[in-house]
């Protein structure tokens, strides 16, 4: 899937997403109204978090690339 916050955020509750593929660009941006990867609810606790296993990083020019897998059991 490719899409906004609120896309990613309901492919992740509903249990379909199962690798995931973000950027850091090296660069600090964002306000209250900033827009985030996943939007929505949001989390009541860290342990409710979606956790990435078996990540990997590379540089692609300045910017991070960063690929896992969404944790079972989370």
């Known amino acids: ?3 906004g916050g609120r896309l990613a955020e309901g ?3 509903a249990g379909i997403v199962d690798k ?3 950027y850091i660009a090296p ?3 964002g306000s209250k109204n900033a827009k985030t990867p996943v939007e ?3 989390i009541s606790a860290l ?4 956790h990435i296993s078996d990540w990997k990083a590379e540089t692609i ?3 991070i690339k960063i690929v896992g897998y969404i944790k079972e059991g989370r």
Not at 47 to 50: N, V
Request: net charge neutral.
């Open 1 to 3: 899937l490719e899409g």
């Open 11 to 13: 492919a992740l509750q």
């Open 20 to 22: 995931v593929q973000f």
């Open 27 to 29: 660069m600090l941006i």
């Open 40 to 42: 929505g609810r949001g």
């Open 47 to 50: 342990s409710k978090a979606w």
């Open 61 to 63: 020019g300045n910017d």
